[in-house]
């Protein structure tokens, strides 16, 4: 049966648009280097070809980052719409750290805009600054005559125009100015109006590259059985029932479970079915949801750290025109990401790749470090498209990436590679969910005619 990848793929054909890309094509696509190619700072590179890449630090899983960062650049730099492009950056915190987060390369608490709102501005009118500079000394003008618009620079006196790619070389020689002066917000063009997104076409046509589209030559493929309850581990496993399934080629223990390693996805889940596990259940969560829900209420109930206190709010609530008081309870819940977790490894004598949707690079860069014993600048993470998050693909120790790790370390010697990803089923079981949580507000009404909706007071004990 077709999958709906190969059916996009396949309906596309007719329609005469560039289809089927893979991971070799990914890669090479990733835009030209070399000494004509431009790259004045971290976050931008202008080649020949009049293309303009935005090297994003934040991850694209539906939410826009990428569309959103490539228009800040594109802004200050006066480029065409037409020309951007957008690339994922390497893990790297020094060049690429969030900046409201401090020394961590991560996305997420809707900081990605925000935190590089100036940055990336700014390295926009780097770029245009230096454009400029080549212009004006290759056509002996003066700078402040040149206009650029939709990515060509103007000297209407002569009658000289250029594109950004015609100049990128002589640009690439210029000298970064030490400052420079950004838009003011009426000479906007781009922020605050529509564009396409610039991952709408190739994750129509089926182009946009996955984890689950990454194929490297001798790839193993390996699922995790997982325990069927919280803090429950592995006591004992038998694995000569998977063992005897054709393609299956090793079954490890690993941390989260116990893995079944084959040559491809379908021989690695038959192969899981037929494990026999024993699992050690005496730390298991033995509570259900309501016996948490009691708990967390006599936890709401205590006194809490107090966050902030400004004004009188006891005061505020006894003179109120009218009061609110709510309580609000979420459950466990499972954040069921459209894409199951996925990555690939490859792991050589003394560096590792790693190729998944990653949230936060930093964390993930250590923890894979850590299982494999190398230093964290050995590590390269390719961080790819990732079909939705939620917060799933962001964990302090690393969400599947060190797992993946912990299943291609005891394959190295074996073959170049090993993918990990466990299966619809059991991450919602096994997956790190959103916790429970209880909150209780309590909000004073000002009385009319200034009442308006407006809130007097605002005391959240809880």
Not at 104 to 112: L, M, R, Y
Not at 183 to 197: E, H, Q, S, T, V
Request: charge should be positive; charged fraction near 20%; glycine fraction near 10%.
């Amino acid at each position: 049966m077709p999958t709906r990848r190969r059916f996009l793929q396949s309906a596309a054909v007719g329609l005469g648009l560039v289809i089927g890309l893979r991971l070799e094509r990914a890669l090479a696509q990733q835009g030209p280097t070399g000494p004509d190619v431009f790259m004045p700072n971290a976050f931008v590179r202008i080649a020949p070809d009049n293309t303009v890449t935005i090297i994003a630090k934040h991850i694209e899983f539906g939410q826009g980052a990428h569309t959103g960062l490539a228009t800040l650049l594109a802004e200050e730099l006066d480029a065409d719409w037409s020309q951007i492009r957008v690339e994922a950056a390497p893990a790297d915190v020094a060049r690429y750290n969030n900046l409201a987060w401090g020394p961590v390369q991560g996305t997420g608490g809707s900081t990605a805009i925000a935190n590089s709102w100036e940055q990336l501005r700014r390295a926009g009118a780097t770029a245009r600054a230096m454009l400029v500079a080549a212009a004006a000394q290759a056509w002996q003008v003066p700078a402040g005559g040149i206009t650029v618009d939709r990515g060509v620079l103007t000297h209407a006196a002569s009658g000289r125009r250029a594109t950004f790619g015609e100049l990128a070389p002589a640009a690439a020689r210029q000298t970064p100015p030490a400052s420079v002066a950004l838009k003011d917000p009426r000479d906007f063009k781009l922020i605050g109006r529509n564009a396409p997104r610039v991952d709408s076409r190739p994750k129509t046509t089926g182009a946009a590259v996955y984890t689950c589209d990454v194929h490297l030559p001798d790839m193993l493929t390996a699922v995790i059985a997982r325990p069927p309850r919280f803090g429950a581990t592995v006591r004992s496993f038998d694995a000569s029932g998977a063992r005897r399934v054709p393609g299956v080629t090793d079954v490890v223990q690993v941390p989260s479970g116990v893995a079944v390693i084959a040559r491809g996805t379908w021989a690695a889940i038959k192969g899981r079915r037929a494990l026999s596990i024993d699992w050690a259940e005496a730390a298991v969560e033995s509570r259900g949801s309501e016996e948490l829900y009691a708990d967390y209420r006599r936890l709401a109930a205590q006194p809490g750290v107090r966050a902030r206190w400004q004004g009188d709010p006891p005061a505020a609530l006894a003179g109120a025109a009218r009061v609110l008081e709510a309580v609000y309870e979420f459950p466990y819940l499972a954040h069921a990401p459209m894409e199951p977790l996925d990555c690939v490894v490859r792991i050589g004598a003394d560096e590792c790749e790693v190729w998944l949707g990653s949230q936060t690079p930093t964390i993930d860069q250590q923890a894979v470090a850590a299982v494999v014993g190398l230093p964290p600048a050995k590590v390269r993470i390719h961080t790819l498209l990732a079909g939705g998050s939620f917060g799933r693909h962001s964990t302090p120790y690393g969400a599947v990436a060190p797992e993946a790790a912990s299943v291609a370390k005891p394959c190295a010697a074996r073959g170049p590679s090993s993918s990990s990803g466990p299966a619809r089923t059991t991450s919602a079981v096994a997956s790190t969910g959103r916790s429970t949580s209880i909150g209780s507000v309590r909000a004073s009404m000002q009385a009319a005619p200034s009442w308006r909706g407006n809130t007097g007071s605002w005391d959240s004990p809880s």
